[in-house]
């Protein structure tokens, strides 16, 4: 609209001849439109890239991130963060749900879950980041969170989910509970995998001490 202004003024004011002011005018319209055309299609392709790449990275289900995610900001953050805490979680008897209420509850238990959980770590964590590492199994990576911060974290996580309600097909209320672990890095940890075995360890003991708790360091 502007250009067109542009050559209406011009045409006016140096009084060009009619058939070739409206040649230089429409010759003006044609390549914006072939120039607004390309631009369109380069910033479509943008979108569509970005998209993709985002899609690599995050759960379609629940839209937390997934495992290649974790396992390349866990390598990330293991090497360059100077404190590091690492939350591991899954829920109690996910299975029973499936089978009793269906996989379409189940994967609405996930989804509000993951909602839930992102919440808390907005409120009281907003550095860290929730990842599906499994089927219902989840790791969330505190940068610049020390061992015992992690754990009154963890505890949070842990008590609001504890109060979620999830109604299935029948209207039914479904509560969920949630077993963890917690570990700070330690000296000891050479490698990435030895400080995600501790915190998989604590959650196991959770698990076996009767689950519906944190445990850890």
Same mark, same amino acid.
């Given at each position: 609209?502007?250009?067109?202004?542009?050559?209406?003024?011009?045409?006016?004011?140096?009084?060009?001849?009619?058939?070739?002011?409206?040649?230089?005018?429409?010759?003006?319209?044609?390549?914006?439109?072939?120039?607004?055309?390309?631009?369109?299609?380069?910033?479509?392709?943008?979108?569509?890239?970005?998209?993709?790449?985002?899609?690599?990275?995050?759960?379609?289900?629940?839209?937390?991130?997934?495992?290649?995610?974790?396992?390349?900001?866990?390598?990330?953050?293991?090497? %360059?963060? $100077?404190? #590091?805490? &690492?939350?591991?979680?899954?829920?109690?008897?996910?299975? +029973?749900?499936? *089978?009793?209420?269906?996989?379409?509850?189940?994967?609405?238990?996930?989804?509000?879950?993951?909602?839930?959980?992102?919440?808390?770590?907005?409120?009281?964590?907003?550095?860290?980041?929730?990842?599906?590492?499994?089927?219902?199994?989840?790791?969330?990576?505190?940068?610049?969170?020390?061992?015992?911060?992690?754990?009154?974290?963890?505890?949070?996580?842990?008590?609001?989910?504890?109060?979620?309600?999830?109604?299935?097909? %029948?209207? $039914?209320? #479904?509560? &969920?509970?949630?077993?963890?672990?917690?570990?700070?890095? +330690?000296?000891? *940890?050479?490698?990435?995998?030895?400080?995600?075995?501790?915190?998989?360890?604590?959650?196991?003991?959770?698990?076996?001490?009767?689950?519906?708790?944190?445990?850890?360091?």
């Amino acid at each position: 609209a502007m250009g067109c202004i542009f050559w209406l003024v011009t045409g006016t004011v140096i009084r060009l001849p009619n058939t070739l002011f409206i040649a230089m005018l429409v010759s003006y319209i044609f390549s914006t439109f072939i120039s607004y055309g390309y631009l369109a299609i380069l910033r479509t392709r943008h979108i569509r890239g970005m998209q993709d790449a985002r899609n690599a990275r995050v759960d379609p289900l629940t839209q937390a991130h997934n495992w290649l995610a974790f396992r390349e900001d866990m390598e990330r953050d293991f090497k %360059n963060a $100077e404190t #590091l805490s &690492l939350i591991t979680f899954d829920i109690d008897h996910f299975k +029973q749900i499936n *089978d009793n209420y269906g996989h379409l509850t189940g994967n609405e238990a996930l989804i509000h879950l993951v909602k839930c959980v992102q919440q808390t770590l907005k409120e009281v964590a907003g550095a860290a980041t929730l990842y599906r590492t499994g089927g219902e199994e989840f790791t969330i990576i505190l940068p610049g969170i020390d061992g015992q911060k992690a754990q009154k974290i963890a505890q949070r996580c842990h008590d609001d989910v504890s109060n979620l309600r999830i109604e299935d097909a %029948n209207n $039914e209320s #479904l509560l &969920l509970t949630i077993s963890m672990g917690s570990t700070s890095r +330690q000296k000891q *940890d050479v490698t990435s995998s030895q400080f995600f075995q501790r915190a998989d360890q604590f959650l196991y003991n959770s698990k076996r001490s009767g689950r519906d708790q944190v445990t850890g360091d």
